[in-house]
């Protein structure tokens, strides 16, 4: 008789980052030009005013450097993170 198999390990479990683990990222002054939304697979973030360029580059390295992008579709533009960890 042959051995039973042995269980197949258990695939790791991504953590998920939620809208309070994205907001940390920003400086306050930033923060609080923003909106921040937690849908399935991402965190969309959505100015709340104009951000002038320079504050526009500032948002966008950040988000880049968590591994988000911007979405460029009019007025419905936005950053997104994704939620699940790497």
Do not use: C, W
């Not at 940390?24 to 360029?53: A, H, V």
């Not at 579709?73 to 950053?79: D, I, V």
């Amino acid at each position: 008789m042959a051995a039973p198999a042995a269980p197949a390990p258990a695939a790791p479990v991504a953590r998920m980052q939620s809208v309070a683990d994205v907001r940390t990222m920003f400086p306050k002054e930033l923060e609080d030009m923003l909106t921040f939304e937690e849908t399935g697979k991402y965190i969309i973030i959505k100015p709340r005013q104009y951000l002038g360029s320079e504050n526009f580059a500032k948002i966008a390295s950040l988000v880049r450097s968590a591994g988000g992008e911007y979405i460029s579709a009019g007025k419905e533009s936005h950053f997104r993170v994704s939620r699940e960890l790497r």
